[in-house]
């Protein structure tokens, strides 16, 4: 069997994802309306502790879903009304998106670097720079002093389902009164320090993306205990349609997760917790048998957190060992797919002049990280066939 092929991060999909499928189409239920959005959001909102009875069948539940984890971010800003002339803290080492979904809200993003032991947001940069570089003016509204831009959220991206540093950004938020938006992409299923992952931000931001711990096709969710923000969240993403008639009262998005999308979610929302179980065992075995290869370091993992280990791979820290691009193109040959990882946002052409502190750890990174197979199906088997071929791509 060893050439089958082994995909890097596909999803897991069984029969019980093909009969809720089934149900829409008998009922047909196809679109944003329907029980499984309805069952989604409540599921997804209970298990991240933000719940709540809504107010009217209009109303949220804590949980709002989308058809991207982009328009989920992009519509947590929006109830938070940042827009032209904002500024929202986030991390340069993320996916685009993270960026991405603040354009969508006409805001910018402000680049900070990560912290090497969970390559999540560096809180003390942050906190040098919210003192150093910010004024508060004679209206009191905390602004960027050199763009004169706002300074109007923080955005903590839960790194490879690693949630941050949130007991500083909590103080942070509290000292500057600024929101927190969390881009919690691939963190369902991960609790923080023992406390739902909801209670850590305003607002968390699910992906449903196909790689992503759990799948909905595509989609997201934003999850919040705002009543009136959720309630206006929701109003937004679905046109702002005032009902009964077609009376609109601002610019709405048609962002709504479907019904076939949510139908699959609600089928994979039963595995949650295997498919977590499955990448931590995952994440575990390459760790111990990477442990005594020279020149390479595993993913960090810090140990006061949990985490959802929703990609899983190594570190080369020496010069002289294979670079990742040659280990990726490599393990190809041997027909297993590995990658190398997220380049940073201000790396990237669409954000080449937004605000940024300096962030030497993640242009370094971000070149040394070989991601390697880790769908939750993956066997022992084929595992072990990918911790022998990069041993001996390693050894030559
Ligand atoms: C996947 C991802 C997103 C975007 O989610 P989509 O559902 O693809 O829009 C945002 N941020 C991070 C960190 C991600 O990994």
């Not at 919040?224 to 109003?235: A, L, P, Q, S, V």
């Not at 998005?253 to 179980?277: H, K, P, S, W």
């Not at 280990?327 to 997220?342: E, M, N, T, V, Y």
């Amino acid at each position: 069997m060893s050439d089958d092929f082994i995909p890097l991060a596909i999803p897991n999909i069984t029969e019980a994802e093909g009969a809720n499928l089934q149900k829409c189409i008998e009922t047909t239920f196809v679109s944003t309306v329907g029980e499984f959005v309805v069952e989604f959001e409540e599921r997804v909102a209970k298990l991240s502790g933000t719940y709540f009875e809504p107010d009217s069948t209009l109303g949220s539940c804590g949980g709002i879903a989308m058809g991207a984890g982009t328009m989920a971010l992009h519509m947590a800003m929006h109830g938070c009304n940042i827009g032209q002339g904002d500024l929202v803290i986030c991390p340069s080492f993320t996916f685009i998106a993270s960026a991405n979904s603040i354009r969508h809200a006409n805001a910018r993003p402000w680049l900070f670097d990560v912290n090497p032991d969970s390559w999540t947001i560096d809180t003390k940069q942050v906190a040098e720079a919210l003192r150093n570089k910010t004024h508060r003016d004679a209206e009191g509204v905390l602004r960027h002093t050199k763009s004169g831009d706002r300074v109007a959220a923080i955005m903590p991206v839960y790194t490879l389902g690693t949630p941050a540093d949130m007991e500083e950004i909590i103080a942070l938020s509290e000292e500057y009164s600024l929101p927190i938006i969390a881009d919690a992409a691939a963190a369902i299923g991960v609790d923080y320090k023992g406390k739902p992952i909801g209670d850590m931000a305003d607002f968390t931001c699910y992906s449903f993306n196909g790689n992503k711990t759990i799948t909905s096709g595509g989609g997201g969710m934003v999850v919040g205990r705002n009543r009136e923000i959720m309630n206006r969240i929701k109003h937004v993403s679905t046109t702002a349609r005032v009902w009964p008639n077609y009376d609109h009262d601002e610019v709405g998005y048609n962002y709504r997760m479907t019904n076939i999308e949510a139908a699959v979610g609600c089928a994979q929302l039963d595995r949650l917790e295997d498919f977590v179980t499955a990448k931590q065992k995952i994440r575990r075995t390459y760790d111990s048998e990477f442990a005594d290869v020279k020149g390479i370091s595993p993913f960090p993992y810090p140990d006061d957190r949990g985490s959802t280990c929703w990609f899983s791979g190594f570190v080369v820290e020496d010069k002289n060992l294979p670079q990742p691009e040659q280990i990726c193109a490599k393990l190809g040959h041997q027909r297993i797919q590995a990658r190398i990882f997220w380049k940073p946002v201000h790396m990237q052409v669409p954000y080449a002049d937004t605000p940024m502190e300096a962030c030497p750890y993640s242009e370094d990174v971000y070149k040394r990280i070989v991601t390697l197979p880790c769908s939750t199906q993956l066997t022992p088997e084929q595992q072990a066939r990918v911790i022998r071929a990069v041993k001996e791509i390693l050894a030559t």
